[in-house]
Each structure stands twice: as structure tokens, then as C-alpha cells.
């Protein structure tokens, strides 16, 4: 559980130093505020894009205003210390990633193909990656429930409610709520790449297993084959040895069981 949370404060931690770092960059005049937007946030265009992949995975740690990173970060301890109740680190990682670039890729096609819509605007803030959370939460442990004031409510509904309030306030921020779709999109795409690596992990674990198994039925089997031949070279060295006796002593020189041994190996139902 620590290793869980410490991902937690380490991914609010990068946010909030981020902010701090371009606050104080921005008032020092270092950079202007132009020129990290242009740095850091997801453009419009697939021509400046082209040029700044990276703000497909920076826009997601970076804020402008403290009241849009204050609430990013608190919904992203609040849903962040839910996931980690219920999912690994592994989980974690993968799923904030996903929403990251499927927030970040669904803002970038509209923005392209139905610019009239972004109007031109540029992508920011970690809200794509914690809807990315939520969702996977609520796909993986549907009836789960979280406390909201002094209710408690099935994160399945919680997900509905942000829908419905993205869908009826789409005008006031349009390239944000898309941001929050493709973070839908995402979770949903970190909940089916990680059932097909558990299939895959168990069907390799099956493989591994029949393939063990095969080995060692060819090892018994060449066991088994040596030892037969071993048999059969001493059964022929004994027929020699007896015939040689016969040949020097005559055949009443022989015992009963060498008899036997010799008669049966002479009408071929020895082991030579």
C-alpha cells in the first residue's frame, strides 16, 4: 500500500512542482507564459504536433490556474487512493498513461477535423488521466462505492453523472470535455489490454507446462529405449557366450536355465 500512495503524492508531487517551476519562471522572466503553453500543451494542429510529440504526456502535468490544479489533485488523491485499494501499481500506471494519450489524441483530432469546435485552443491539465481512473474503477468493480459528502454512491453512477454534466456544459469548455472522453476511452482501452495480458500470461503458463510435460515423456522414453538396448546387447553376449560353451563342452554342459535361455532365443522369443 505505500508503494501505491507513494505514486500517488509522486505523480500530484511532478504536477504541483511543475506549476511552482512555470510560475516562477514566468515572473522572473525567464519564459513567458506563450512559450510554455507552446512547450508543454497539446496544439491544435497535427503540423505542431508533429514537432512537439512529447505534449501528449506533458500537458497532463502541467496547470495554469491553482484553482484547475487544485481540483485535478484532489480528485486524483481521491480516486488514487481508491484504485490503489482495489489494483497494482502496475494498473496504475498504465491506466493514467492511456488517458493521458487517448485524452491528449481525441483533443488533437478534433481540433484537426472540427476545428470550429476547439476553436484553436490548446490542451492541458490531468483531468483526462483521473477520468481515465475512474473508469476503470467502474468497469472492473462495477458495484463499488465511494463516499460523496455523506452519501454513498456506486462509482458506475459517478461516471454517468460526469458524462451527463460534460455533455450539458460541452460549450463552456469544449476541448477539456473532449479531453475527458478520450480519458473514458482510455480507461476503458487500460481495462482491455490488461485482461488480454492476463489470458496471455495464462496461455503462455499452459504452453510452458505442455511443453515440460512433452520433455519429460521424451526423456522417459529415451530412458526407457536405452535400457532396452542395453538388454538386448546382454542377451545377444550371453547367446554367444552359450554357443561357445556348447561348441567347446557339448550341450549337456549347460544348465537348466542357460537351456532354457538358449531354446527360447533360438525360436526367437528372446529379447534378441
Not at 522572473?28 to 514537432?51: H, I, K, M, R
Not at 538388454?231 to 554367444?240: D, F, G, H, P
Request: with cysteine; glycine share 8%; charged share 20%.
Amino acid at each position: 500500500m505505500r508503494k501505491e500512495a507513494a505514486i500517488i503524492g509522486l505523480l500530484v508531487g511532478l504536477c504541483v512542482l511543475l506549476f511552482i517551476g512555470a510560475k516562477v519562471a514566468i515572473y522572473t522572466g525567464v519564459v513567458s507564459e506563450y512559450q510554455l503553453n507552446d512547450w508543454l500543451c497539446v496544439p491544435p494542429t497535427f503540423e505542431a504536433f508533429a514537432e512537439r510529440w512529447w505534449t501528449l504526456v506533458s500537458y497532463g502535468f502541467y496547470h495554469l490556474k491553482w484553482e484547475h490544479l487544485l481540483g485535478n489533485m484532489l480528485l486524483l488523491c481521491l480516486v488514487g487512493q481508491a484504485f490503489t485499494q482495489l489494483f497494482s501499481v502496475r494498473e496504475l500506471l498504465r491506466t493514467y498513461l492511456c488517458g493521458l494519450l487517448f485524452g491528449g489524441a481525441a483533443f488533437l483530432i478534433v481540433s484537426n477535423y472540427a476545428p470550429a469546435f476547439t476553436g484553436g485552443s490548446i490542451l492541458l491539465g490531468a483531468s483526462a488521466a483521473v477520468m481515465s481512473l475512474l473508469v476503470y474503477i467502474a468497469l472492473c468493480k462495477p458495484t463499488y462505492q465511494v463516499y460523496l459528502l455523506r452519501f454513498r454512491l456506486r462509482v458506475v453512477y459517478l461516471v454517468l453523472a460526469i458524462v451527463l454534466y460534460d455533455i450539458f456544459t460541452l460549450k463552456a469548455d469544449v476541448g477539456g470535455k473532449i479531453a475527458h472522453f478520450g480519458g473514458i476511452f482510455g480507461g476503458a482501452i487500460s481495462v482491455i489490454s490488461g485482461q488480454w495480458l492476463v489470458v496471455s500470461s495464462q496461455k503462455q503458463e499452459v504452453r510452458s507446462e505442455k511443453s515440460e510435460a512433452r520433455s519429460q515423456k521424451r526423456e522417459v522414453s529415451s530412458e526407457q529405449s536405452d535400457t532396452s538396448k542395453l538388454k538386448v546387447q546382454s542377451s545377444k553376449l550371453l547367446y554367444e557366450r552359450l554357443l561357445e560353451k556348447v561348441a567347446a563342452s557339448g550341450y549337456m554342459s549347460l544348465t537348466d536355465k542357460e537351456k532354457k535361455f538358449l531354446f527360447e532365443a533360438s525360436r526367437g522369443e528372446g529379447d534378441i
